[in-house]
């Protein structure tokens, strides 16, 4: 079998090409030419919309991923049982969660567990939402329509769940509009590691 070859001719470049000069300060010119025109010309001539933050903010879009927030039960006790669904799907691992079994004499001992510690370092964060859909319990939220606040500090960024739990949603409310069926409630299904299925 033969095998062809493709000669591809060399485009001539002049000598202004050549030496880069020419080109380099026609690109000088544009940005030159912009860097004015958005700086000094009148608003509504300008080519960049810029936003004097913090003072102006823009509207965020309804699926902004905002910082995280735990959600809360009716008695103001997180509605995470220590699955570790969120820490496991996370693929920066920043979610740190300690579980611990609920008291004799519980309604939800031998049920559930709930988060002795809980954090999440959002510096680690790559903000994918993985932990929230893996959450059964639609514990963990990115709901709050609102950015990292600035700092200079790293302990700044380290969220714990005392922290996670103060958050509100967008709608400034703490706990989750998905109904939950607590072990005692009429509405609780009845299966539990004692009683079984």
């Known amino acids: 079998m033969a095998v062809t070859v493709k000669v591809i001719s060399k485009t001539e470049r002049t000598l202004s090409?050549?030496?880069?000069?020419?080109?380099?300060?026609?690109?000088?010119?544009?940005?030159?030419?912009r860097f004015f025109k958005n700086t000094f010309a009148a608003p509504e001539k300008k080519?960049?919309?810029?936003?004097?933050?913090?003072?102006?903010?823009?509207?965020?879009?309804?699926?902004?991923?905002?910082?995280?927030?735990?959600?809360?039960?009716?008695?103001?006790?997180?509605?995470?049982?220590?699955?570790?669904?969120?820490?496991?799907?996370?693929?920066?691992?920043?979610?740190?969660?300690?579980?611990?079994?609920?008291?004799?004499?519980?309604?939800?001992h031998g049920y559930e567990r709930f988060p002795v510690v809980f954090v999440i370092d959002e510096l680690r964060c790559i903000f994918c939402g993985y932990c929230v859909e893996a959450c059964p319990c639609d514990a963990i939220r990115m709901d709050t329509g609102i950015h990292m606040p600035p700092s200079t500090e790293r302990s700044h960024f380290i969220y714990d769940k005392e922290t996670l739990l103060s958050i509100p949603g967008a709608d400034g409310t703490y706990e989750c509009e998905n109904p939950r069926h607590e072990p005692g409630d009429a509405s609780h299904p009845g299966v539990d590691r004692l009683k079984g299925h």
């Open 47 to 108: 080519e960049i919309a810029t936003v004097r933050y913090p003072e102006e903010k823009r509207v965020y879009p309804e699926r902004f991923r905002g910082i995280h927030r735990l959600t809360q039960r009716a008695d103001g006790s997180p509605r995470c049982v220590a699955c570790l669904c969120c820490s496991t799907a996370c693929p920066a691992q920043c979610i740190y969660i300690e579980p611990e079994e609920y008291a004799e004499g519980d309604a939800r």
């Open 17 to 33: 090409e050549q030496a880069y000069i020419p080109e380099a300060m026609k690109g000088m010119k544009l940005s030159m030419s």
